[in-house]
């Protein structure tokens, strides 16, 4: 079946514009994690969702960064007034109930901020 | 401060040899320990995972060691092949902490022919 898709792949966009990335979770998977990944770094947890709620919003790494989740499946991760520390691969992913069933991870969005 | 840390960042083994790549955690509310594979360009994928209540878990070649008094697990990849060549993320988590995933920074793994 289809795997986590993500839209854009790459994201060129410039310092101060707004930017939102789009994830669209395996079929019924009610979980949905969004994470960014620098260059050479590890993975930095963003935001989780069971369903369309958010419980723990305290990863987002700013105020300039937002994100919801409709209909229990497609999620969007908004980031206002890009800033190069952005630039950045970010990566979504999905599980079926939440924490210990398996993540799977979609290819991601590069967003480069110039 | 990085709550997973993971050793070495890269590692270069013989193919048929044994790559070992370690990690410590803090925090004693942790209860699930997964290791994931990442392919340039690709998602990280979950290779294997344990939960602290027992200290081994194999599934073929990849063999997960947990020491839960020591506060460290590591992942053993016996007969490596050249096709193991990847990027391999330590994580921890427990649902006491709203299901965040905390990831260690990475081990480059090459496996020589």
């Known amino acids: 079946g289809a795997g986590v898709s993500q839209s854009p792949s790459n994201k060129v966009t410039e310092k101060g514009k707004d930017v939102e990335l789009r994830c669209d979770p395996i079929s019924g998977h009610t979980a949905l994690y969004w994470y960014r990944q620098s260059l050479g770094q590890g993975l930095e947890f963003l935001i989780y969702f069971q369903g369309n709620s958010a419980p723990d919003k305290s990863g987002l790494p700013s105020d300039r960064f937002s994100a919801e989740r409709t209909g229990g499946s497609v999620s969007t991760l908004t980031i206002q007034r890009t800033q190069q520390e952005d630039s950045a691969v970010y990566l979504c992913?999905?599980?079926?109930?939440?924490?210990?069933?398996?993540?799977?991870f979609g290819p991601g969005t590069r967003l480069t901020v110039t | 401060q990085q709550q997973v840390k993971q050793s070495p960042q890269s590692l270069i083994v013989q193919k048929g040899g044994i790559s070992i790549i370690n990690c410590a955690y803090e925090?004693?509310?942790?209860?699930?320990f997964p290791w994931y594979q990442q392919f340039p360009g690709k998602g990280p994928a979950l290779l294997i995972a344990i939960r602290p209540d027992v200290s081994e878990k194999k599934e073929g070649r990849f063999t997960i060691s947990f020491n839960k008094s020591a506060k460290q697990f590591s992942l053993h990849i016996m007969d490596s092949q050249p096709g193991d060549s990847a990027t391999y993320f330590c994580?921890?988590?427990?649902?006491?902490?709203?299901?965040?995933?905390?990831f260690g920074t990475g081990t480059s793994l090459t496996v020589i022919p």
């Open positions: 925090n004693t509310a942790f209860d699930y």
């Open positions: 994580a921890a988590s427990t649902t006491y902490t709203g299901n965040q995933f905390y």
């Open positions: 992913a999905s599980s079926l109930h939440g924490l210990y069933y398996e993540q799977y």
